[in-house]
């Protein structure tokens, strides 16, 4: 962690009267995870990207989201060998959601950046053992995915290259058409559901990863609770085009029907 003194406001600097609260806390979390190594400064430009889509659906969980939350945790749950892809901006944003659905879904938790930067990985991997993952993959240079010439080919020979299923939030699209491509099948979460990712990925939820996580934690103990025949209902009730068309629809017509804060 750098020395210099923090420029990220204490928490009470946002007053939580403030009407976008939410949305400016979950800024501080991602200049945080820059000042700590965790988050490249590219990820400041993702954050703001994100933030535009989500002001446009009302910053809530809306119906369209919810079906993809339902059968992601069926998918997860079906899965023979579930692999979560963390980056730097998943690491800032929900270290300790993504250990807690890793252990929920007996998913591994996989190092996996864009921006290339061993010492961002190494602090990547130390806050999720920080948020209490006792095994964290890290990516291999002896095991990359055909079709990709940047550091996201990189992957670990036990974990990604051998997924069936792979859950990868804030993803670009590039590698999403590469796990596609080697037959498996991918989770994403992307609040734009124009990018290569949210039209590529076999389940697309397009929701602030801050909200959904907590909402995906919750469904998998529920049908984990519930059995097969329920993944397999969950599953079959999924439409990747109509999920994509009605979030495509409220953010060009900023009309989204009052969801789920
Ligand atoms: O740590 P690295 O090097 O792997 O870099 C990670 C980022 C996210 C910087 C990198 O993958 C990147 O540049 O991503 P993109 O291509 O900007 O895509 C990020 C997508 O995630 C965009 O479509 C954003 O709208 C979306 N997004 C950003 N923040 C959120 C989000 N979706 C859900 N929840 C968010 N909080």
New binding site residues.
């Given amino acids: 962690m750098s020395a210099k003194k923090s420029s990220t406001p204490a928490a009470g600097a946002i007053p939580s009267s403030h009407p976008r609260h939410a949305s400016l806390m979950?800024r501080e979390r991602?200049v945080a995870g820059v000042e700590q190594g965790v988050?490249?400064i590219?990820?400041l430009?993702?954050?703001?990207?994100?933030?535009?889509?989500?002001y446009l659906i009302g910053e809530r969980t809306q119906p369209f989201a919810a079906s993809a939350i339902d059968a992601a945790a069926a998918l997860l749950l079906r899965a023979r060998h579930p692999v979560i892809s963390v980056?730097?901006?998943?690491?800032a944003?929900a270290s300790r959601e993504v250990v807690l659905l890793g252990t929920l879904a007996g998913a591994a938790l996989e190092v996996?950046?864009?921006?290339?930067?061993p010492k961002?990985e190494q602090a990547?991997r130390a806050a999720l053992h920080a948020a209490g993952a006792e095994r964290v993959l890290m990516p291999s240079k002896k095991s990359a995915l055909p079709g990709l010439d940047h550091?996201?080919r990189f992957v670990n020979p036990a974990g990604i290259a051998q997924a069936d299923v792979v859950f990868v939030?804030?993803?670009?699209?590039d590698r999403c058409q590469a796990l596609r491509a080697a037959g498996k099948d991918v989770i994403t979460?992307?609040?734009?559901p124009l990018?290569r990712?949210?039209r590529t990925a076999t389940i697309t939820i397009?929701?602030?990863?801050?909200?959904?996580l907590p909402l995906l934690c919750e469904r998998v103990i529920a049908l984990q609770k519930a059995g097969p025949a329920a993944w397999a209902k969950a599953l079959s009730l999924y439409r990747h085009d109509r999920v994509l068309k009605a979030a495509e629809r409220a953010v060009r017509t900023g009309h989204a029907p009052a969801g789920r804060r």
């Fill in positions: 979950t991602i988050t490249s590219h990820g430009i993702a954050q703001g990207r994100g933030e535009a889509f989500d980056n730097g901006n998943v690491a944003l996996n950046i864009f921006h290339s930067s961002r990547i550091n996201r939030p804030l993803e670009d699209g979460v992307d609040l734009n990018s990712t949210a397009v929701d602030n990863l801050v909200r959904c």
